[in-house]
């Protein structure tokens, strides 16, 4: 079993930053993505991020070039550094982690006022 701990949501202007990180820990895989999705208010769940063990990203279109996922293998843990946030950014953002069995953390809010 994995269990996934979300932390660094909160309230930010438009324009502001978030760093979320995620921790990993239970029996993990060494080959395994983790990633990053949300969803917001009336939304269905959509992938914003994801990484590759070996340090390959993804970015869903909306966000590239103002978040950048990154991953400490050693920590198992996983981070997305939000800049530039816009209110189409608020969401509730969940962690994930994908081996044989795909795992979801608790989720983090992440508003953005304008």
């Known amino acids: 079993q994995v269990q996934l701990v979300e932390s660094g949501g909160g309230l930010v202007l438009a324009g502001g930053s978030l760093r979320l990180s995620c921790v990993a820990s239970g029996r993990i895989s060494i080959n395994n993505v983790m990633g990053w999705y949300r969803q917001g208010p009336g939304k269905e769940r959509e992938l914003v991020a994801r990484i590759t063990s070996s340090g390959e990203p993804t970015y869903v279109d909306s966000v590239k070039g103002r978040f950048t996922i990154s991953r400490d293998n050693a920590k198992n843990t996983v981070y997305l550094q939000m800049n530039n946030l816009k209110p189409e950014d608020t969401a509730v953002y969940y962690c994930?982690?994908?081996?044989?069995?795909?795992?979801w953390g608790q989720g983090t809010q992440v508003t953005v006022s304008s």
């Open positions: 994930s982690l994908v081996t044989a069995v795909f795992y």
